[in-house]
């Protein structure tokens, strides 16, 4: 906002504030000064600071730092010979409109305003219009209370306040096209809205140059219902600004009488007695400050008398004291002023930041436990990252056609897009992710995320946090995914994962398996099926895998033994098993583990070879190794314990 400096001296003398140091206390005070000249300050605005939206706010404002004394402006008396006009609040309106002033005033010369008038609002960076719409933007800027002022001879009745029902389009008088929320506070006459309460008048009421009677509102509306309406239709004016964050009661009145004053003096109109509606009249709040409580909070030495005397800088009524404390009532335009606090920092502020005592802060350690399901999901993103997997973090919302579980989903209230439904599975999200980079051309995709999944279970609803790989590379197919598990689980000493056979539809029907740890189900892995691919306009194989991130933490043990490195060299085997295509490998594995010999260090899956589709069995080659900690195996050892192995395994897959 631009402050014209001689406008403000009207306002509060500051003939003996240097400029430079005006701007940087009220800058370092919280009302920032983005520049200055000998002209004019250029003041940015902040919602806790706004009875500073005027010449008025900014004269108090400067009164607190400097103790310099407001004058209010000077109103010129002129005759009320005209009736008050009528107006009226719906009764479920009035605790939204607490005080409504109106005046009506006939027989304006209207034209343009006088020079002085244009140059002060050409310099706070408005355009001149006309004599009626530049006074009120004059006494807006002046005093903070916005008005309003509709051609009466535009109008089709008495004008009323209430609630809209319904929605309806309107045109604004800046000519501009919105449509009205149902519930907006609006000023209509009989079956026509003619302003949108505290935001912005109609077209068809708008005052111009052939204007000659006019009604003049002044008013003071709910800041809560102009700040939801306002974000509701996505328009902001310098009007619903200033709602927003609550304007001067003290200033409706007297705003409506400045203007009349002006239009009367130099539009040679005739003005009507003010008719008004006061439902309820908001009453100064008090609080009490503590002396021991300001010396405690700032680390300075004060007394009552010096507190007093901020008080009285910032306006605020003493109530009563005693030798501890004070009880003050707090201005009304003060609307930032809440509790003890509030005026604590007000204190430091007019005192001055020079009394803060320098020194070496003494400041507690507190020691925060550590959560131990945080400390998991951080050593879990640490394995993943060291695997070359990038993080993702994709949307918790999301459309209702894209459920891939069979979890009852949660629906989101009042949703404001299609995406309605907390997801249950990352799988929409890692999908989108894969198109995405798909669209960009990226050639490869290998991400994880550690996120939460909503569910219904029972009438509860059910947070729980999951961990979830895709890889999207033509190099990689579901044994590149089920190893990525397989090393995670090794590097957390979860050594008895065993994958079995699932039924997922989304996943490819024989590239799917369940990983399981003890008997317990820790998620399914496998390949996207091509259908669902096609659905998402994927062009390329997509692996995903998800498991629960609190089953793995129960399965993890917390402290688990090392064995030193084998001084002697292993001897390593390479079989192939002709199995069933029926048998899985997780069965596979259970047998292994039932009759594993016990100079078997570690075995993997090596390739499995499947020279016709159409055949009942396929070739599996696994990888032995065998070690001793105590000495070197001869190969004949190795080989009887060989084949006894294979012939055990041979017998529980032949039966």
């Not at 010999?597 to 696994?622: C, E, F, R």
Request: hydrophobic letters at 40%; a negative charge.
């Amino acid at each position: 906002m631009k402050v014209p400096l001689d406008w403000l001296k009207e306002f509060v003398d500051i003939e003996d504030v240097p400029i430079a140091n005006m701007a940087e206390r009220m800058t370092v005070c919280g009302l920032e000064v983005d520049a200055y000249d000998n002209t004019h300050l250029e003041v940015s605005q902040t919602p806790d600071l706004g009875y500073t939206r005027s010449m008025i706010g900014v004269a108090r404002f400067l009164k607190q730092l400097y103790d310099l004394k407001v004058k209010h402006p000077k109103i010129a008396p002129f005759e009320q010979s005209l009736a008050a006009p009528k107006i009226s609040v719906a009764s479920d309106a009035k605790d939204h409109v607490p005080h409504y002033r109106l005046r009506a005033i006939r027989g304006i010369q209207n034209g343009d305003s006088p020079e002085w008038m244009q140059r002060r609002l050409k310099a706070c960076g408005m355009q001149p219009k006309n004599l009626i719409v530049d006074v009120t933007n004059y006494v807006q800027l002046a005093l903070g209370q916005p008005l309003h002022a509709f051609d009466a001879d535009l109008l089709h009745g008495p004008l009323h306040v209430e609630f809209l029902e319904k929605k309806i389009p309107f045109t604004t008088l800046l000519d501009t096209s919105v449509e009205v929320p149902q519930g907006a506070l609006v000023i209509t006459s009989k079956d026509r809205i003619e302003a949108i309460a505290g935001i912005i008048g109609a077209k068809e009421s708008a005052v111009s140059y052939n204007t000659t009677n006019i009604l003049l509102e002044s008013a003071q509306f709910s800041s809560t219902c102009i700040r939801r309406t306002s974000k509701g239709m996505k328009l902001s004016t310098p009007s619903s600004q200033r709602f927003e964050n609550q304007t001067d009661p003290t200033m409706v009145e007297l705003a409506l009488d400045l203007a009349t004053s002006l239009i009367v003096a130099y539009g040679k109109g005739a003005a009507s007695e003010a008719a008004h509606v006061l439902s309820t009249q908001r009453k100064p709040h008090s609080t009490t400050l503590h002396l021991k409580r300001v010396e405690s909070l700032l680390g300075i030495k004060t007394n009552l008398d010096e507190l007093k005397m901020v008080m009285s800088r910032l306006d605020a009524k003493i109530l009563g004291s005693d030798l501890a404390s004070i009880q003050v009532e707090i201005p009304q335009y003060r609307t930032d002023l809440i509790e003890e606090i509030d005026l604590i920092e007000e204190v430091i502020k007019i005192l001055g930041f020079d009394r803060l005592i320098g020194g070496q802060a003494h400041i507690p350690l507190v020691q925060i436990p550590q959560d131990a399901h945080v400390e998991f999901k951080r050593l879990i993103r640490k394995k993943l990252l060291q695997q070359g997997l990038t993080e993702m973090m994709t949307p918790s919302l999301i459309n209702k056609e894209h459920l891939f579980s069979k979890n009852d989903p949660i629906e989101v209230k009042n949703a404001l897009s299609d995406r309605s439904i907390l997801r249950t599975s990352h799988l929409y999200g890692a999908l989108e992710s894969v198109l995405h980079n798909q669209n960009h051309h990226t050639h490869r995709f290998e991400g994880f995320e550690i996120g939460t999944v909503y569910y219904k279970e029972n009438a509860h609803f059910i947070e729980h946090t999951v961990i979830s790989i895709t890889l999207e590379n033509e190099e990689k197919d579901f044994l590149d995914l089920k190893g990525a598990f397989e090393t995670l689980f090794h590097q957390l000493h979860v050594h008895d994962m065993k994958a079995l056979g699932s039924h997922l539809p989304h996943l490819h029907p024989h590239r799917q398996a369940s990983l399981e740890v003890r008997g317990q189900c820790l998620g399914t892995i496998g390949e996207i099926h091509p259908a669902l691919l096609k659905k998402f306009g994927i062009k390329k194989r997509v692996l995903f895998g998800e498991i629960s991130l609190d089953a793995l933490m129960h399965h993890t043990p917390k402290s688990f033994h090392i064995a030193p490195i084998s001084n002697y060299p292993s001897i390593e085997r390479d079989t192939t098993i002709v199995l069933d295509k029926s048998i899985s490998y997780g069965f596979l594995e259970a047998l292994i583990a039932q009759h594993r010999p016990s100079l078997l260090q570690t075995y993997n899956l090596k390739g499995i070879y499947d020279p016709d589709p159409d055949a009942k069995s396929h070739n599996v080659t696994m990888h032995w190794v065998f070690r001793s900690q105590e000495r070197s195996l001869t190969q004949d050892e190795v080989e009887e314990k060989m084949q006894d192995f294979l012939k055990k395994l041979h017998n529980e897959i032949n039966s």
